[in-house]
């Protein structure tokens, strides 16, 4: 599972913010002045430095609290990197009994449809999940459909805010506005570190432009001294006021997983 930053997450290219004299001495703006040049430069950074993992997986518990009530889910997730296209993910869940065997499979695509199935082992059978329905919640969770998969810079058009200070760390403030017509947001706005380009928070807004739900991701851990992951990510839903948080470890990378691993064949597979 990828949650953008995405269970995960997010991250490509050098920003550069400087300007360029011109020959008469007189300075030139650069693309990057501009709010959405700036924004889509950022975006571009962020993806740059998550560029070569290959594949990992890691192990997930998911705790979903409604009021008094809690409920704790543990799953495992596998993903893989993909040149020129989006990455791929599957989700295996493992306990509790009603929910075991269950596993998700999600393809990302920059310029194209996201594919993604559910297998149901009650039902012994793999569910298509229609792009239409992926603003629905994930497996009775604050997350979505769409909020699982892979970021890719293409899905969206970008605008740089503001530089503001969150939690002591300089971040940019960038709009993200879907390119999708059946996302269920009508923008995003997420906090991004100046120093690693990490997502710290995404406010993510309905169809009506009112502020739905807050994702908080943190406790990052560096891995192969370069990938930056949370080990907590927090989604509260402004409107019901439940909270599902997600807990990450023991991440592994070139575990050797390839294509063969995520297609629905192994999607009924997993175990």
Known sequence: MTIKNNFI??????????TAPLSNGQEQSTATSKPEAKGLSIAKEMKA??????DNSAEMEMVLHSGKRESRREMRVLSLEVIDDGDKSMTIFDSPNDVKGTAFLSFTHPNAMDDQWLYLPALKRVKRIASKNKSGP????????????SFEVEQYDYRWLRDETLDG???????????????GYSKQISWIDKTHYRALKIDFYDRKDTLLKTLTLSDYQLHLDKFWRPTKQS???????????????NYQFGTGLDESDFTENSLKRAR
Not at 49 to 54: I, P
Request: charged letters at 30%; one cysteine or more.
């Open 138 to 149: 994930f497996m009775g969770s604050e997350f979505a459909y769409e909020d699982l998969n």
């Open 169 to 183: 760390q300089d971040c940019f403030v960038v709009e993200s506005i879907p390119r999708d017509e059946y996302s």
């Open 49 to 54: 430095r998550d560029r070569g993992w290959v």
């Open 9 to 18: 997450a997010p991250i490509i290219y050098a920003l550069c913010l400087c």
């Open 235 to 249: 989604m509260l839903n402004h409107k019901n006021q439940r909270r599902t948080e997600v807990y990450l470890r």
